[in-house]
């Protein structure tokens, strides 16, 4: 089994967060002003907040932010925390009422130095989750993320992030394909959704080589990504919200209905593979003011590939809205069949292309030294100008920048070469 990790390092917080009435954030005193006022640093910000209690300045304190219409308004929680942070968790835990327990505490434990704020009832179901976990350390891992991206701690949530981290698309729609394959009776909503996922999975012509070699490859992936968006459901609701749709033929539409009318043994695949597209849009893309990141997966065999292909970008956003062209980044995740596992980061950055191609192929570096002019032409055809290409292991040495390039959980990417 694949194990595709969520994003654990996604879009930074440039720009805090506004606090909500029942987040609890921990804070140090810096001043103290008249009128229970004061100036708390939270993380890397500062601001002025009404306080209920009388405080040291340089203490830490857990607050819980009160609703008001003017300053933010602080609740504390407990009293002063020690200096060396030991015990804060646990006490944290038992002031709002909750049985203690390292797995909980771990948890108060990564938000506080994340600086994520959270608030009670969002603890209460995140506690649910990891009781009912056999993987304490995975589960927290995607309740993580879930608080970061702001998203509802529900089983449902993260039914489907998990189902992310754990299997690929391909897998997924093949899967159910071949179970829907097998009713002999199948009805008018049954060979729809078989059709559509064979639209998905099957070659866009009859040998896979023919349209992989010859097609352009620019508008063979743009093509491509379209018609995941369109038939896979991840595009539904934007779709809808601009009126855009007229009936609903999507594979997660139809998976809806299917699962409504209790259709045979195909049920809990069809259940799994919904789960899957829900965690696929729920991190597909995350944006700031300044940034815009996407990550998006696309079943290889449109692009002559044997299984599906992995792509993450993040791009600045420019004073009118749009991505800058001028800097980015784009990574690449593959298995493949000859090179093995390998990771292609793109940098760019005024126009200047940085390209690291992570790999143990001892004999990359002089194999790629004829295809290097190639590359370069290519980039200035775009108006883009190729400033160094590199080569490192995937090894011991370099597993932390191999952890740092994936902003995503560590996963075997499998599929066959392709031209990037």
Do not use: W
């Amino acid at each position: 089994m694949r194990v595709q990790q969520l994003p654990g390092n996604r879009v930074s917080r440039s720009t805090p967060q506004a606090l909500q009435p029942g987040q609890i954030v921990q804070g140090k005193i810096m001043k103290l002003y008249a009128n229970q006022t004061a100036q708390i640093q939270l993380g890397s910000r500062k601001m002025i907040a009404q306080l209920e209690a009388s405080l040291t300045v340089g203490g830490r304190y857990h607050f819980q932010v009160q609703p008001s219409d003017e300053l933010i308004h602080l609740r504390v929680i407990g009293g002063q925390l020690p200096k060396q942070g030991a015990g804060d968790e646990m006490e944290l835990l038992k002031q709002l009422g909750f049985k203690a327990s390292k797995s909980h505490a771990d948890l108060v434990q990564t938000l506080n130095k994340e600086k994520i704020p959270f608030t009670k009832e969002q603890l209460q179901g995140a506690f649910r989750l990891l009781n009912e976990s056999k993987s304490t350390q995975q589960t927290q891992q995607i309740i993580r993320y879930m608080f970061a991206a702001d998203l509802p701690i529900t089983r449902s949530i993260y039914q489907a992030m998990d189902s992310v981290r754990s299997t690929g698309m391909t897998e997924q729609m093949t899967l159910l394909l071949n179970q829907l394959r097998r009713n002999p009776n199948p009805s008018n909503l049954h060979q729809k959704l078989m059709h559509q996922l064979q639209q998905m999975l099957e070659p866009s012509l009859g040998k896979p080589e023919d349209s992989f070699l010859f097609a352009s490859p620019k508008e063979q992936l743009l093509n491509h990504v379209r018609q995941v968006l369109q038939f896979t459901g991840l595009n539904d609701e934007n779709v809808l919200a601009t009126n855009r749709m007229k009936e609903q033929h999507t594979i997660k539409s139809m998976l809806l209905q299917f699962l409504q009318q209790g259709d045979g043994a195909a049920q809990e695949q069809s259940r799994k593979l919904l789960h899957f597209l829900n965690g696929m849009q729920l991190h597909s893309v995350q944006e700031t003011a300044n940034v815009l990141q996407a990550h998006l997966q696309l079943p290889g065999a449109k692009l002559g590939l044997s299984s599906d292909m992995d792509m993450q970008f993040t791009g600045n956003k420019t004073d009118n809205g749009t991505i800058s062209t001028d800097s980015c980044r784009i990574l690449f995740y593959l298995e493949l069949t000859n090179l093995k596992e390998t990771i292609v980061d793109m940098h760019i950055q005024k126009r200047a292309v940085i390209v690291t191609i992570y790999n143990d192929h001892e004999d990359l570096r002089k194999q790629s030294t004829s295809l290097k002019p190639k590359l370069k032409e290519g980039l200035k055809h775009l108006d883009y100008q190729l400033s160094t290409l590199t080569f490192q292991p995937i090894n011991e040495k370099n597993q932390l920048d191999s952890a740092r390039v994936k902003t995503a959980y560590s996963k075997s990417y499998q599929g066959v070469d392709y031209r990037i």
